[in-house]
């Protein structure tokens, strides 16, 4: 199968119309006409995954987080993003992403998110559109099936995401059992007044900032933090299942290992 062809079915489940104006999904570089036999998946194109594609040969490098974000002018060798984008071409490595598209598309992050907590009867936390009749968007709100304190909730996030901890605002406020949850993966900043709108008691996300974090608590929604890789990383692994059954089960999948860009020491 061709780039255009793998394109056509990575489309079919997020498509780039669900995806937010301000961002860039799609073929970002390469060759629409490339046959397919190796793909290399990633949450980001960074220099160790594009040096990662090099060395494995790959046709298709495959990504949540797009290396461009806005036009550029120049593509040479004197910034980071210039350098990745001239190994890929010149390896013949086609380059496609799938970011906010794939965020808010049905059956995508916000979807997979809403799964692994367990919440029951969600809707979008930031509606875009409809598809189906249904309405997706941006993170999901909904009910745990049980109430929990914050505590078994967090413990929760740290086992359904495979993390080691996470940063939590509120607790102190925060009391009572909870039971109506949102969650955004990836960045939550301003999100802390769509999850207050739904009724949450707590906002489950990444790349919160501190006064988002304390203001969110002052107005009585705890807010945990677990960081945008660590509610994201989820992706390749589900890209892969995707590959291998929706387009080519005879392609060579690699993905990118799990690693987390900040350590907590």
């Not at 394109?7 to 629409?32: F, H, I, K, Y």
């Not at 974090?213 to 807010?223: H, M, S, T, Y």
């Amino acid at each position: 199968m061709k780039v255009t062809e793998w394109t056509e079915r990575l489309e079919r489940l997020a498509p780039v119309s669900c995806g937010c104006q301000w961002d860039n999904p799609g073929l970002l570089a390469g060759r629409g006409e490339k046959e397919v036999a190796k793909i290399l998946i990633a949450l980001d194109a960074t220099d160790e995954v594009v040096d990662m594609a090099v060395e494995n040969r790959v046709d298709l490098l495959l990504t949540h987080h797009p290396l461009i974000f806005k036009a550029m002018k120049k593509i040479n060798d004197q910034d980071f993003i210039g350098r990745r984008l001239i190994k890929l071409i010149q390896a013949d490595i086609s380059y496609y992403a799938m970011h906010t598209n794939f965020d808010a598309a049905p059956g995508c992050m916000a979807d997979l998110a809403a799964e692994k907590l367990g919440l029951l009867k969600t809707v979008p936390l930031e509606v875009m559109g409809e598809a189906d009749g249904a309405a997706y968007g941006i993170g999901k709100v909904g009910n745990l099936a049980k109430e929990l304190t914050l505590k078994q909730l967090a413990d929760k996030v740290k086992e359904g995401f495979g993390l080691s901890s996470v940063m939590v605002y509120g607790y102190r406020q925060t009391d009572k059992p909870v039971r109506r949850i949102a969650v955004c993966p990836g960045s939550g900043k301003g999100m802390t007044e769509a999850a207050i709108e739904a009724g949450a008691q707590v906002l489950v996300t990444g790349d919160m900032g501190h006064h988002d974090g304390i203001d969110g608590a002052a107005n009585g929604l705890a807010v945990m933090d677990a960081g945008h890789y660590g509610l994201e990383h989820m992706f390749v692994d589900f890209m892969e299942a995707y590959c291998a059954e929706h387009i080519d089960g005879s392609v060579e999948i690699c993905k990118a290992p799990v690693e987390f860009p900040a350590a907590v020491w």
